[in-house]
């Protein structure tokens, strides 16, 4: 079946645009994670959304970052005022149910550079 | 804080030849080990989960082991298309409040030259 996808694969933004990032889960996942992978920094959590809410937002590293999803589906991620420090990969994640002890399927990546 | 160390950063193997990839992790309370592999310009690709210590799993050239402490990846006989970035990523009990998140290491980056 088809797996996790993300668009736009490439951004290149200039510095203080906003740019959103699109998500498409597994179809009948409820559990969706948005990681960060940046040279030197590895994998980091972003956000966890259940269903449409996101009950641990504990990762995004500034108020510039928000994400949303709806219909228990896509989910976008926005940044405002991009800088610098936000190039990197951004990658969704999604998992059956509630995401305890159950494997999480990564999607390609959406990699974007700031300018 | 969950904290995830992979050694080495990076390994050159010839293909045949067998070694093992170590993830140390420090978590309050484990709920599950996951490695992953990842190859250039791709998202992470799922390859085992470990739950308790003492547990073992295999997948062609690849077995998993899991301490309380560490966890290995053992590589059997490898091959030039094993090369990639392997992960290794804790979810910790956490109370209620780690959602099931990962935590990762850096990675070892394998090299199997024919």
């Known amino acids: 079946g088809a797996g996790v996808s993300q668009s736009p694969s490439n951004k290149v933004t200039e510095k203080g645009k906003d740019v959103e990032l699109r998500c498409d889960p597994i179809?009948?996942?409820?559990?969706l994670y948005w990681y960060r992978q940046s040279l030197g920094q590895g994998l980091e959590f972003l956000i966890y959304?259940?269903?449409?809410?996101?009950?641990?937002k504990s990762g995004l590293p500034s108020d510039r970052f928000s994400a949303e999803r709806t219909g228990g589906s896509v989910s976008t991620l926005t940044i405002q005022r991009t800088q610098q420090e936000d190039s990197a990969v951004y990658l969704c994640?999604?998992?059956?149910?509630?995401?305890?002890?159950?494997?999480?399927?990564f999607g390609p990546g959406t990699r974007l550079l700031v300018l | 804080e969950d904290q995830v160390t992979q050694s080495p950063e990076a390994l050159r193997l010839q293909e045949g030849e067998s070694s093992s990839l170590n993830c140390s992790y420090t978590?309050?309370?484990?709920?599950?080990l996951f490695w992953y592999r990842q190859d250039p310009g791709k998202g992470p690709e799922f390859l085992f989960t470990?739950?308790?210590a003492g547990e073992e799993k295999e997948k062609e050239r690849l077995k998993a082991t899991l301490t309380k402490k560490e966890s290995f990846l053992h590589i059997t006989a490898p091959k030039p298309e094993d090369s990639a970035t392997y992960l290794c990523?804790?979810?910790?009990?956490?109370?209620?409040?780690?959602?099931?998140?990962?935590?990762f290491g850096q990675g070892t980056i394998l090299t199997v030259h024919p």
């Open positions: 994640a999604s998992s059956p149910l509630s995401g305890y002890q159950e494997t999480q399927y």
């Open positions: 179809s009948g996942h409820t559990a």
């Open positions: 959304f259940q269903g449409n809410s996101a009950p641990d």
């Open positions: 978590v309050s309370g484990l709920r599950g």
């Open positions: 470990l739950y308790s």
């Open positions: 990523a804790v979810q910790a009990t956490g109370g209620g409040t780690s959602y099931g998140k990962l935590t």
